[in-house]
């Protein structure tokens, strides 16, 4: 088996929550692939457009109420995860606020992109209580 020292320093909870998390996102972006929410990339692959899902259903995300729903956009508005840029040649993390274009239901699905893609592109070593709190959000 290959050591992992970085993900195996997580609680075992955490490493399921990350697990899951990626799992879930992974079948939601072929979910939307699928069923009309697809979209050109710049080499003619298909990737998931979210914006247009978020657009034609936005009215139905802000009426969500569920108790597992309610807090996520609080938590995830108020500290949004930082996200890579990159300044002549130099890979620095920055604040990455709601953008003054985006309506919130947008912000709050292009946050939880950016968690996902910190996580999943590996440039994210903060400290564990912090990619814990994203990921529980």
């Known amino acids: 088996m290959i050591d992992f020292p970085y993900v195996e320093s997580f609680e ?11 799992v879930l996102f992974a079948r939601w972006e072929s979910a939307l692939k699928h069923h009309g929410f697809a979209r050109r990339g710049c080499y003619g692959q298909a990737e998931p457009d979210w914006n247009r ?3 034609q259903h936005e009215m139905a995300i802000e009426a969500l109420k ?17 996200r890579e840029e990159c300044t002549n040649g130099s890979v ?7 953008r003054p ?36 959000s």
């Open 12 to 22: 075992a909870e955490d490493r399921e929550r990350f697990f899951r998390f990626l």
């Open 53 to 55: 899902f978020v657009d």
């Open 66 to 82: 569920t108790p597992e729903f309610a807090s996520a956009p609080t938590t995830l508005e108020r500290q949004p995860p930082k």
């Open 92 to 98: 620095e993390w920055r604040d990455n606020p709601r």
């Open 101 to 136: 274009t985006e309506t919130k239901a947008r912000s709050l699905f292009r946050i939880v992109r950016d968690v996902r893609n910190n996580l999943f592109h590996g440039g994210k070593f903060l400290g564990q209580e912090e990619t814990a709190r994203e990921i529980e």
